[in-house]
């Protein structure tokens, strides 16, 4: 089948390591923040297979930073997520949904503390800056938003931490979960932080300054030879075993943070915008929510619009990320399914671009 291009303009914009990425042989990008994301290197089971036994490069710079600076910054940034920050401790990094009045999702980033004054919101794919800088406006709010020249270079696999350790030394090693540190790499202090978006472990490092994303990268892959060093990127397979959420395809404004399964991180601080909306949406009831599915039959396509879900002949659903688990034998899936239907165990039905398949619901994650 032929297949039109995507045409690339600046709106389509590069990253600082776009010119290595490219040299490494991307085969295939998509757009995320209106910037380059690549897809595969080699082909996704591949890249899985690698990235679950080395260590990996990944360019993530679409996770742009949302910087929030100023003598209102912790109140405003409170404003944006039901999830309790008053406890957030300089340099840690906490999973927050964030939701606009109604208590829809619009975003569903890793917010870092940097100073008593200082945030990075570190974004998914959608424009929250223009929804953050609309209610420092409209609330009068003494704070500075901007995207920074930052630019995260993920380490991610479980040669992570060696990899990583030489290019930052051993300091690496104690940065424990969803915290950070500042380490030098030739003079510049960067910051690290132990995140990613896979389970296989690993590093964030937070690249300040376009000018710094050649040397860091050749620094790792000078590195890490002996390590089988390659670069990937977010692996469809395994952050589908993993039930990693992307906005966007998985959840979108459409949904609560209750509904996409994370309301333990939503300990309904009531200076949230959508405080009160949530509370009432939940009191309604939970009508539906996000599980991980296991779909059987040959590889499924990727999903490029929702698929129905129907149980006992009823639509029940809807699947919005699959692929085929080599680990799992099994086609792993991530969906949205009503309460009726959501226990595990459930068998279901899925309408595939592949024809009808059977499916069950599962406890959690595969992985
Ligand atoms: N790293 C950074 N920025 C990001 C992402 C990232 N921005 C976009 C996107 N990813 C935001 N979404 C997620 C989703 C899941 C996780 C991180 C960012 C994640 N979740 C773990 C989980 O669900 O198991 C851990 C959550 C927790 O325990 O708090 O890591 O990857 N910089």
Same mark, same amino acid.
Request: negative net charge.
């Given at each position: ?23 490494? %042989? ?15 290197? @080699?082909?996704? /089971? ?15 710079? =679409? ?6 600076? %100023? ?21 840690? =990094? ?12 619009? &975003? ?6 940097? +100073? ?7 974004? +998914? ?38 990899? $990583? ?8 090693? &104690? ?5 950070? +540190? ?19 472990? %690993? ?14 990268? @050749? ?13 990937? =990127? ?19 404004? /459409? ?16 200076? =949230? ?9 939940? +009191? ?37 990320? $699959? ?7 099994? &086609? ?36």
């Amino acid at each position: 089948m032929s297949f039109p291009v995507l045409s690339v303009s600046r709106r389509t914009r590069r990253t600082p390591f776009t010119n290595l990425v490219e040299a490494a %042989g991307v085969k295939g990008y998509t757009v995320y923040n209106h910037m380059l994301l690549p897809t595969f290197f @080699d082909s996704v /089971e591949a890249d899985y297979r690698h990235l679950k036994s080395n260590v990996q490069v990944w360019d993530v710079a =679409c996770e742009r930073q949302v910087e929030i600076q %100023g003598p209102d910054a912790a109140k405003l940034v409170q404003m944006l997520t039901p999830r309790a920050l008053s406890r957030i401790k300089i340099g840690q =990094c906490l999973y927050t949904p964030m939701v606009d009045e109604e208590g829809g999702m619009l &975003n569903d980033p890793l917010t870092i503390k940097l +100073a008593d004054d200082r945030y990075w919101v570190s974004i +998914a794919d959608s424009d929250l800056l223009l929804w953050v800088k609309g209610l420092a406006l409209g609330f009068g709010l003494a704070v500075q938003i901007t995207e920074p020249d930052v630019s995260p270079l993920a380490v991610q696999g479980p040669k992570a931490d060696d990899l $990583a350790a030489r290019v930052f030394g051993d300091a690496v090693r &104690n940065i424990r979960f969803f915290r950070s +540190a500042w380490l030098p790499f030739q003079g510049q202090d960067f910051l690290v932080a132990r995140s990613g978006y896979s389970k296989q472990g %690993g590093f964030e490092i937070y690249v300040e300054g376009a000018e710094w994303g050649e040397p860091i990268w @050749d620094a790792l892959f000078a590195a890490g030879g002996d390590l089988d060093v390659r670069a990937g =990127c977010p692996n469809l397979i395994e952050r589908t075993e993993a039930a990693l959420l992307s906005y966007g395809n998985d959840m979108t404004r /459409e949904h609560t943070p209750d509904e996409c399964g994370l309301e333990k991180f939503c300990d309904a601080a009531s200076a =949230c915008v959508g405080h009160a909306a949530l509370q009432a949406r939940r +009191a309604d009831g939970l009508g539906r929510q996000i599980r991980s599915l296991a779909i059987d039959g040959d590889p499924v396509p990727t999903v490029t619009q929702p698929w129905p879900i129907f149980g006992a002949g009823k639509p029940a659903g809807q699947v919005t990320s $699959a692929a085929w688990s080599p680990d799992f034998q099994t &086609n792993v899936g991530i969906g949205m399914i009503d309460r009726a239907h959501w226990h595990a165990g459930a068998a279901v039905e899925i309408e595939t671009p592949a024809g009808m398949r059977t499916a069950t619901i599962k406890a959690g994650p595969f992985i």
